[in-house]
């Protein structure tokens, strides 16, 4: 695995304002990256930044080889690029914006293949302001990939779409990294993250605060779970010989075993062992929201300081 | 070469579907050129409009008009608005080259400067008696340099504004300025004193200098050209130092 995007010590201030304070990834080939973070966390500068749209004020970046201050040109030929607050022209045509975007680009796909293949064939000669919301952004990336890119930059695109577009985006996502795109993917969608990326950097106040797999951060800051099941019987003590068990609670007949590491299958165990077999055990694990919020959240001390 | 032969394609039939601005390009000029054609006739007079008809004299006035009317109005305002809705973020994210998006934007102006100067010209000979050109020839480079400065200062004003409303309030402002005192509109002789001198600060009063003097004497007014040309790289240098994106 090689990668594609290294980003090391990133600093861009608007003014006197820092958006971006100190942030270093990297992306490999072939996965979809996730930068999350509350708004004016500095996802969106730093992917600009990395398109050569802005100028970063100090760090290393580097995509595809190639630096993004001084071959922004060459860069953009090979990235493809949906970004926030863009549009176009309210009457051009669906296909009149596809095949001029291809006609930009040397060694262009197809643009009537990508039509089709992103849902638009029929929508060929309607206006860019005649089309939905899930449509426009069906659009956009359509025209990210016209240029055959390696990496593909998707800034929010799932805001502002009903809860059945944004499923459909997510599987297009998944669709552009199936022919083998890497994705970075900037959201502030917990659930947008933890589905789709293979890692992801949090991004809070212009910094990385975490970064790892979806599941590894989970494992590493919120390793809390919850095993549930309902029983009749009086003795649980047992249960907190169990490896990994802090805490049993009961009300009525439902108890709820709180702890950390494997304890919903030991848990299991210990129960089957002393014969019993509740139909609704379940464990709670915590998701990434979690570990968001706990990383991202700041005592009022810190607020003041 | 393919790119921006492309790119002027849609800007052209972008142009074309917005119906207000076809109007505004065509048929003000037109609009004015009839009521005014109206008003004063074509009947020479002495003492006045440099002893030719009326209408002989406004028709070169009105080509700087058109010239103006796209600079001023639609130009800012559709450059204004691009950046304003993310239209130029969007192209600048893929391949496109800087000077590309507003090449296009530029030679799309020319091209509806011409048609709508041909429409007006044609209707003026037509309706009130124009006579042609005294020198086609020379008309033609005062025709180019003015349509060239024009643009260049609808992109710098485009450039400098950051919405299209705003972009259209100043646009209008502008251009009603240029038609009472850059020689389309009252005769530069019945201007009094300051108005004299404030003619002079406004780029469509050399326009029409450098357009008339072709059209009614078959000459060429160096100084009048040097004063466009000057005022379209002062443009072109603004422009290129503030010129912004998004």
């Given amino acids: 695995m090689a990668a594609v995007v290294t980003v090391e010590h990133l600093h861009k201030a608007y003014g006197p304002v820092a958006a971006v304070e100190d942030v270093s990834f990297t992306v490999e080939e072939g996965e979809i990256f996730g930068l999350l973070g509350p708004n004016g966390a500095g996802k969106t500068t730093t992917v600009e930044c990395l398109q050569g749209l802005r100028r970063a004020d100090a760090g290393t970046l580097r995509v595809l080889g190639l630096d993004p201050q001084t071959q922004g040109r060459e860069l953009r030929g090979r990235v493809g690029s949906q970004l926030q607050e863009s549009a176009l022209p309210d009457r051009i045509r669906v296909a009149e914006a596809l095949d001029l975007f291809a006609s930009l680009t040397p060694g262009a796909a197809d643009w009537r293949r990508l039509m089709e293949q992103w849902g638009l064939a029929g929508k060929g000669k309607a206006s860019f302001a005649s089309l939905s919301g899930g449509q426009r952004q069906r659009l956009f990336v359509a025209l990210a990939l016209v240029n055959e890119p390696q990496v593909v930059f998707l800034d929010e695109m799932t805001t502002g779409l009903d809860p059945a577009a944004r499923r459909v985006a997510w599987e297009l996502v998944e669709a552009i990294r199936a022919r083998g795109t890497t994705v970075v993917l900037v959201t502030h969608f917990m659930d947008e993250a933890e589905r789709l990326c293979d890692r992801l950097a949090i991004v809070d106040r212009g910094r990385v605060v975490a970064a790892g797999t979806p599941q590894g951060l989970i494992d590493l800051h919120a390793p809390q779970v919850l095993v549930r099941f309902s029983t009749a019987a009086g003795d649980l003590d047992f249960l907190y010989r169990v490896p990994g068990v802090e805490a049993v609670t009961r009300r009525r007949e439902q108890v709820e075993v709180a702890g950390t590491g494997p304890v919903l299958a030991l848990v299991a165990a210990a129960l089957v062992e002393r014969g019993f077999v509740p139909t609704d055990l379940r464990g709670e694990r915590a998701t990434l929201e979690e570990v968001f919020l706990r990383l991202t959240s700041r005592s009022p001390e810190e607020e003041g300081a | ?246």
Avoid: C
């Fill in chain 2, 1 to 246: 070469m393919t790119t921006l032969r492309k790119m002027v394609a849609v800007e052209l039939k972008l142009f074309l579907r917005e119906p207000l601005t076809v109007v505004f390009a065509l048929a003000l000029p037109l609009i004015t050129l009839f009521v005014l054609g109206g008003v004063f006739g074509n009947t020479p007079e002495q003492g006045f409009y440099a002893g030719v008809g009326a209408m002989s004299f406004y028709t070169p006035a009105y080509i700087g008009l058109v010239l103006a009317s796209i600079g001023v109005v639609s130009l800012p305002a559709h450059l204004a608005g691009n950046r304003e809705r993310g239209v130029l973020r969007r192209f600048r994210a893929s391949w496109v080259p800087a000077g590309l998006v507003v090449g296009a934007e530029v030679v799309v102006s020319l091209l509806i400067a011409v048609a709508s100067s041909l429409v007006l010209v044609a209707s003026a000979m037509l309706l009130y008696d124009v006579g042609a050109p005294e020198s086609a020839w020379l008309l033609l480079p005062a025709f180019l340099v003015s349509a060239v400065t024009f643009s260049a200062l609808g992109v710098m004003l485009g450039s400098l504004i950051s919405t299209a409303r705003a972009a259209q309030a100043a646009g209008m402002l502008l251009w009603f300025v240029m038609l009472f005192l850059g020689g389309a509109g009252p005769p530069p002789e019945v201007l009094s004193g300051a108005l004299q001198w404030f003619r002079h600060l406004v780029p469509l009063t050399y326009v029409v200098g450098l357009l008339q003097e072709p059209w009614l004497h078959g000459g060429w007014d160096w100084a009048d050209a040097g004063i466009v040309a000057a005022w379209g790289m002062a443009a072109a240098l603004v422009t290129a130092r503030w010129f912004r994106w998004e």
